[in-house]
């Protein structure tokens, strides 16, 4: 039987007459690299703040491996990691001081062996010392993520992960995706704008069209869907100038 990770019902979060979410019902199963597409204002973000808890929804229900965000939300924090578009460390910190202070407010234990084993696994043991007031863009993402996975977390969240890198900086990010995924375990739930990021990293892919989620299923069967459109963004553009109507073939994932 397959695990979900990931599960919403008529997720739904409104502010005031504006609707970011409208009923959104998804399914991902664990072990997934999920790409979440869709234009600006679309309600990715929104997605991922109501999934990660900060957020409540206004109705419906959503939960990680069976735990309800809200009537579990602390079993669902400890489930789970999250990187924002732009990761806010502490300039005059080193690496090791910010992932010391961040995991305490985690509760991680050993907390200093977990450091040792996040930055082993970024391949970046030497920036232990290291102030990141003098660090690039994509070395701060990569201690986002670092930061992230101190806790060990069964499902990571990431918001644009390579928004604003430089193609070694995108590829250093895909690569550490997909290696948390396949030796890892770690199910991926990605917000991105880079459709060529979502063909080569992910497995399944979701399109939101103003708050509403118009297409969700495994990147083969939409390809699929799709025979005459070769590529991913094609197909999204093909999708969005339907302005939010869902293929007769969309299904869930």
Not at 6 to 27: C, F, S, W
Not at 139 to 157: N, Y
Not at 232 to 238: G, K, M, N, S, V
């Amino acid at each position: 039987m397959t695990t979900l990770a990931i599960e919403t019902k008529e997720l739904t979060r409104k502010y005031g007459d504006k609707t970011a979410v409208d009923r959104l019902t998804l399914a991902i199963p664990q072990g997934e690299i999920f790409g979440f597409l869709g234009h600006n204002g679309a309600g990715k973000t929104t997605t991922i703040s109501l999934l990660t808890t900060l957020l409540l929804p206004t109705s419906g229900s959503a939960s990680l491996f069976g735990d309800d965000i809200v009537e579990k939300n602390l079993e669902v924090r400890q489930r789970l990691g999250y990187v924002p578009e732009n990761v806010r460390l502490y300039n005059d910190l080193t690496v090791a001081e910010n992932l010391r202070y961040l995991g305490a407010l985690s509760g991680v234990l050993d907390i200093n062996g977990r450091i040792k084993a996040v930055l082993d696994l970024l391949e970046h043991p030497e920036w232990l010392e290291l102030r990141v007031g003098s660090f690039s863009k994509g070395m701060r993402q990569r201690i986002g993520i670092a930061q992230a996975l101190l806790h060990q977390p069964d499902v990571l969240f990431l918001d644009e992960p390579a928004s604003g890198l430089d193609p070694e900086g995108q590829r250093a990010i895909g690569d550490l995706i997909v290696r948390l995924n396949h030796e890892f375990g770690i199910t991926i739930f990605m917000n991105t704008h880079r459709l060529s990021e979502a063909a080569k990293l992910c497995t399944s892919i979701g399109i939101m069209n103003h708050g509403r989620l118009v297409v969700a299923d495994t990147l083969e069967n939409v390809m699929g869907q799709f025979p005459d459109t070769p590529s991913l963004e094609e197909i999204y553009l093909r999708v969005e100038s339907q302005n939010g109507r869902v293929p007769a073939a969309a299904g869930a994932v």
